[in-house]
């Protein structure tokens, strides 16, 4: 018994070691993914979407904590890939490890489910992790650079939304595909892939010619997001807001399709606002109609129960689980009396 102990121990800590290496090099990975893509916006640069936000939130819902050092960890290797140790090093550190902590203490706070089955768990990762915590991360980052002269202070408003914007553009959407790859399923129905695979199929039509054609097309893929949302609930709305606003993205870093002849400020504020409502509706919408579905699912059940007794009454039985009120009280004599 006492070895057992001893080896679960000595687990603990390789375990520990090993999770926070993960989430570091997700982070980091997630990172340098995010740096593809970038924005000028009044002389600083910008990601118009920075996914490790999502990675860091996710990481705290699902191990808690724990995930805090490679959190940590994956902060400043991200930032050493691109930069040296200076002192706007410290606080860039600092906001971006706090500012998912906060996100993940708050959701705690009010409850949330990592199912995301309840509209309030929607409403929860948009407006407390997402668009409050985030505040934390921008504000630092942005601060510190007017604070060194990296930027005039009259460009404070500006990048300061264009930074807050990419970092809860990275909860809206990467938290919640990570959360759902925790606890994905293959479907069994073969219908269920043929309709996923002939969706996929018009989203890659769709989605290119609405990101690239000089005509602003871009409302026409919210039809087909309320049908992804429909069908497939939070899994195939999520997909098709991450594919849409990747399209965008790359769309308006080329200054292409609806995003040409442009300044700078307004393809940022374009391209955010297109990203943000895709998300949140997105998030929003699939919530809502998961929520009632398990509504209708709990009537139906409630129903199917309420039959069966009703069903054993009318044939004189005894539903199960349920003494007969005639049975009370009788007591009956032992065998042999």
Same mark, same amino acid.
Not at 71 to 96: D, E, H, K, Y
């Given at each position: ?22 989430? =570091?090099?997700?982070?980091?990975? $997630? &990172?340098? +993914? ?9 002389? =600083?640069?910008?990601?118009?979407? %920075?996914?490790?936000? &999502? ?6 819902? /699902? ?6 050092? &490679? ?18 090093? /410290? ?68 990048? %300061?939304?264009? %930074? %807050? ?13 990570? +959360? ?58 999520? +997909?098709?807001? +991450? ?38 509706? =997105?998030?929003?919408?699939? =919530? ?46 032992? $065998?042999?009396?």
């Amino acid at each position: 018994m006492a070895a057992v102990v001893g080896i679960q121990d000595l687990r603990r800590p390789g375990l520990l070691a090993l999770q926070t290496l993960a989430v =570091a090099a997700c982070y980091f990975a $997630a &990172g340098r +993914l995010g740096l593809m893509r970038q924005l000028v916006v009044q002389g =600083a640069v910008v990601t118009p979407i %920075w996914p490790p936000t &999502g990675v860091a939130v996710a990481s705290l819902l /699902i191990f808690g904590m724990r995930s805090l050092l &490679g959190i940590t960890l994956g902060v400043l290797l991200v930032v050493m890939s691109i930069t040296t140790l200076q002192p706007a090093v /410290i606080g860039t550190l600092v906001g971006n490890t706090a500012a998912p902590v906060c996100a993940y203490l708050m959701l705690r706070r009010v409850g949330f489910r990592t199912d995301l089955s309840r509209l309030r768990d929607g409403v929860a990762l948009v407006f407390l992790a997402a668009l409050t915590s985030m505040l934390i991360s921008a504000t630092a980052g942005v601060g510190l650079l007017v604070l060194l002269d990296k930027i005039d202070a009259s460009s404070f408003w500006p990048v %300061w939304l264009a %930074w %807050w914007v990419g970092d809860a553009m990275g909860v809206l959407i990467v938290t919640p595909i990570l +959360l759902l790859l925790r606890t994905a399923r293959r479907p069994e129905n073969l219908s269920r892939w043929t309709e996923a695979s002939g969706l996929a199929l018009i989203a890659c039509a769709l989605v290119p010619l609405a990101a690239y054609s000089s005509i602003s097309l871009l409302f026409l893929v919210y039809p087909l997001l309320i049908l992804a949302a429909l069908r497939f609930q939070l899994a195939g709305s999520i +997909l098709c807001a +991450l594919f849409a606003s990747t399209a965008a993205t790359v769309a308006a870093t080329d200054e292409t399709g609806p995003f040409a002849r442009l300044t700078q400020v307004e393809v940022m504020i374009k391209l955010q606002a297109f990203n943000g409502s895709m998300a949140l509706t =997105a998030l929003l919408l699939s =919530a809502v109609i998961t929520e009632q579905r398990n509504t209708r699912r709990s009537v139906e059940q409630a129903c199917q129960d309420l039959a069966e007794v009703l069903e054993h009454l009318t044939a004189g039985d005894t539903p199960r689980g349920r003494p007969s009120k005639g049975a009370e009280g009788v007591r009956h004599p032992p $065998a042999g009396e």
